[in-house]
């Protein structure tokens, strides 16, 4: 079973300084049909206006990633951990216990784009731990990446569930093919571009939702970035 969830469908947040959209129910924005897929939980596709962001709060129980399309992101924790992240770089907190933490734009004139996406841990309680890498750009052409595994290997991201996190940009018309493996379900989002899969146009911020099927086939991408979640049942 295939299912589409359009850009101009999600949640949307808009302040005088951020502009957010939910691909799944997150703060205010609420609908029953589109609460979580499997232990994916939250992917905002958040903007945030130059010289602005998230003060310190809190989060427990959660693998958050961050994954940075545009500009530059400032970071703080209660972990005592201070990074600047930029256009590459993806991030991972395991919150584990409780953390408390800050996201800045530090630019006073460049917009910070970025997908920050969390995932429910295999066990609640956990340590907390921060964790961040740079993926090349050249890594990603016409493929897709590993950028976050439970092992954490090939310079991945390690996440304490069993989940596989990919991003490629593809830009031509050649058919990409993703196995899916029995016991497996695949939630695929557009992160810019358009790409045709599984028969279906996507464009920038779109999502689909594979259950039972057998294969996720890309093919006529014009400058797609894309991210693939291989979930648990």
């Known amino acids: 079973m295939l299912t589409l969830r359009k850009a101009n469908e999600r949640g949307h947040t808009h302040t005088d300084w951020l502009d957010s959209y939910h691909s799944f129910s997150f703060a205010e924005?609420?609908?029953p049909k589109f609460?979580?897929?499997g232990c994916l939980r939250v992917i905002n596709d958040d903007y945030i206006k130059p010289a602005a962001g998230f003060g310190m709060h809190p989060h427990r129980d959660m693998e958050i990633i961050t994954y940075m399309l545009e500009g530059e992101l400032a970071h703080e924790d209660s972990m005592g951990n201070g990074a600047v992240l930029h256009q590459g770089d993806v991030q991972r907190m395991s919150a584990g216990?409780?953390?408390?933490?800050?996201?800045f734009n530090p630019s006073d004139k460049v917009s910070t784009?970025?997908?920050?996406?969390w995932i429910f841990p295999e066990f609640q309680d956990l340590m907390p731990a921060y964790e961040q890498v740079h993926i090349k750009s050249t890594e990603k052409i016409n493929q897709l990446r590993l950028i976050a595994s439970q092992e954490g290997k090939n310079g991945a991201l390690t996440?304490?569930?069993?989940a596989l996190i990919f991003a490629g940009n593809?830009?031509?018309e050649m058919k990409h093919e993703y196995e899916i493996k029995s016991n497996r379900q695949i939630y695929l989002h557009m992160a810019g571009g358009t790409l045709e899969v599984n028969g279906f146009p996507l464009a920038n911020g779109d999502g689909l939702m594979f259950v039972d099927e057998k294969k996720v086939i890309m093919e006529n991408a014009k400058n797609a970035e894309v991210m693939l979640f291989d979930l648990p049942y």
């Open 29 to 31: 924005y609420h609908d």
């Open 35 to 37: 609460m979580r897929f």
């Open 97 to 103: 216990t409780g953390i408390m933490h800050s996201e």
């Open 113 to 117: 784009h970025l997908l920050q996406i």
């Open 159 to 162: 996440i304490h569930q069993d």
């Open 170 to 172: 593809f830009n031509n």
